[in-house]
C-alpha cells in the first residue's frame, strides 16, 4: 500500500505502533508489557488497535502457535515524513521555517542539537 494512501492515526494507534516499531515482531502481550506503566491500556484493547493498524495498513501479522505475531509494513521515518508534511502543509502553508523557529524559540534546544542541525543542512548543500 502507498504510504500517502494510508489512514491516518489516533494518538493512541501511533503510540501503539511506536511500540511495534522499537520491538522484534512482538505479539500482542508483548506489545501490552512494552505500555508504560502508568497506561492501563486491557489486553482485548492492544489487540484491536493491533487489528485496526493492520486493517489501515500499517501493520500486518503471522501465526507462530497460538500467537498472532506482528509486523510493520511502513517505515517509521515514512509515517513520520508524511505526518510531519501534512502537519507543515496545514498550518504553516508548506514553509518549514516558522515551525522551526517556533521549536528553537520555544524548546530546549542544545549545542549539540544546533550542531547536528548544521551537519544535516550541510550535507543537503
Request: proline share 4%; aromatic share 6%.
Amino acid at each position: 500500500m502507498a504510504q500517502n494512501n494510508l489512514a491516518p492515526l489516533s494518538p493512541s494507534e501511533t503510540e501503539i505502533l511506536r511500540l511495534v516499531w522499537g520491538l522484534d515482531n512482538p505479539t500482542v502481550q508483548a506489545v501490552c508489557n512494552a505500555l508504560p506503566e502508568h497506561r492501563d491500556i486491557a489486553y482485548a484493547t492492544v489487540q484491536t488497535m493491533l487489528r485496526r493498524l493492520e486493517k489501515k495498513g500499517y501493520l500486518a501479522h503471522k501465526i507462530e502457535g497460538k500467537a498472532h505475531v506482528f509486523h510493520a509494513r511502513v517505515q517509521q521515518k515514512d509515517v513520520i515524513g508524511s505526518a510531519v508534511k501534512s502537519f507543515v502543509d496545514r498550518l504553516f502553508g508548506g514553509d518549514a521555517l516558522p515551525l522551526v523557529q517556533f521549536l528553537a524559540e520555544n524548546k530546549d534546544i542544545t549545542k549539540e542539537d544546533i550542531g547536528r542541525l548544521n551537519d544535516i543542512l550541510e550535507d543537503q548543500s
